[in-house]
């Protein structure tokens, strides 16, 4: 998936959300718009699929399960697996900005990091949700690789430069030094005017896509 198609499905998540917002039917009204994280997910995980070769799967919020002796079994759950085989391979936690993130993720996000890396098995179910669930366990990379990807740097209330300090994320939509920026879910401009800016401002785009690469070949 090239960045431009990218950038315009994102914004016509928001778009879409933000009809549903309001008189839903006779009688019937919504407050605030429906969240759109689970779709922007499904959408970077098809752009993901879409960069790496086939013999990748990709899991989203996907629930894995670290078990160790009697203890009871810890579940994480990253926003994107990416698993060869019977292999995890890597993580990727996507967030649309940082203006909710609460102050501990950092901190939360390295500790479940190193989990997965010493756990030796993870235990999850193929087809979940389905009648066709089984269980299933993965083992794990001996290099597991992690990164964060932030989709936009505006509405980070301060949070953006410890957050690159502390995780150097990816962030696929960013302001110029000189340009106001626009979140793509800004209620101030038409769709078709946030999608021209986003696209005029910078990228980790091409960095990201590169990592892609080097990580799963």
Same mark, same amino acid.
Request: charged share 30%; proline share 3%; net charge positive.
């Given at each position: 998936?090239?960045y431009?198609e990218?950038?315009?499905?994102?914004?016509?998540i928001?778009?879409q959300?933000k009809?549903?917002?309001?008189?839903?039917?006779?009688?019937?009204?919504?407050?605030?718009?429906?969240?759109?994280?689970? $779709?922007?997910?499904?959408?970077?995980?098809?752009?993901?699929?879409?960069?790496?070769?086939k013999?990748?799967?990709?899991?989203?919020d996907?629930?894995?399960s670290?078990?160790?002796?009697?203890?009871?079994?810890?579940?994480?759950?990253p $926003?994107?697996?990416?698993?060869?085989?019977?292999?995890?391979?890597?993580v990727?936690?996507? +967030?649309? $900005?940082?203006?909710?993130?609460?102050?501990?993720?950092i901190n939360?996000?390295?500790?479940?990091?190193?989990q997965?890396e010493n756990?030796?098995?993870? +235990?999850y179910?193929?087809?979940?949700?389905?009648?066709?669930?089984?269980? $299933?366990?993965?083992?794990?990379? +001996?290099k597991?690789?992690?990164c964060?990807v932030?989709?936009?740097?505006?509405?980070s209330h301060?949070?953006?430069?410890? !957050?690159?300090?502390?995780?150097?994320?990816?962030?696929? !939509? +960013?302001?110029?030094?000189?340009d106001?920026?626009?979140?793509?879910?800004?209620?101030?401009?038409?769709?078709?005017?946030?999608?021209?800016?986003?696209?005029?401002?910078?990228?980790?785009?091409?960095?990201?896509?590169n990592?892609?690469?080097?990580?799963?070949?």
């Amino acid at each position: 998936m090239i960045y431009k198609e990218f950038v315009k499905k994102a914004v016509r998540i928001f778009t879409q959300k933000k009809k549903e917002k309001g008189i839903l039917k006779n009688r019937v009204f919504r407050g605030r718009a429906a969240t759109s994280s689970s $779709d922007l997910e499904n959408l970077f995980a098809v752009a993901i699929a879409e960069s790496i070769p086939k013999q990748y799967s990709i899991l989203v919020d996907y629930p894995l399960s670290i078990k160790k002796g009697s203890m009871r079994a810890l579940t994480l759950y990253p $926003d994107i697996s990416i698993v060869k085989g019977n292999v995890l391979k890597g993580v990727i936690e996507f +967030k649309i $900005d940082l203006g909710y993130l609460k102050k501990e993720w950092i901190n939360q996000h390295k500790t479940s990091i190193k989990q997965l890396e010493n756990a030796s098995i993870l +235990k999850y179910k193929k087809n979940v949700g389905t009648i066709k669930a089984k269980k $299933d366990c993965l083992k794990i990379s +001996k290099k597991l690789a992690s990164c964060v990807v932030v989709l936009s740097s505006e509405n980070s209330h301060n949070r953006l430069d410890k !957050f690159k300090t502390e995780l150097k994320p990816y962030i696929l !939509f +960013k302001r110029d030094n000189d340009d106001n920026g626009v979140h793509p879910n800004s209620s101030k401009m038409e769709s078709n005017e946030i999608i021209k800016k986003i696209l005029k401002g910078k990228t980790d785009w091409p960095e990201f896509i590169n990592y892609l690469e080097v990580n799963y070949p």
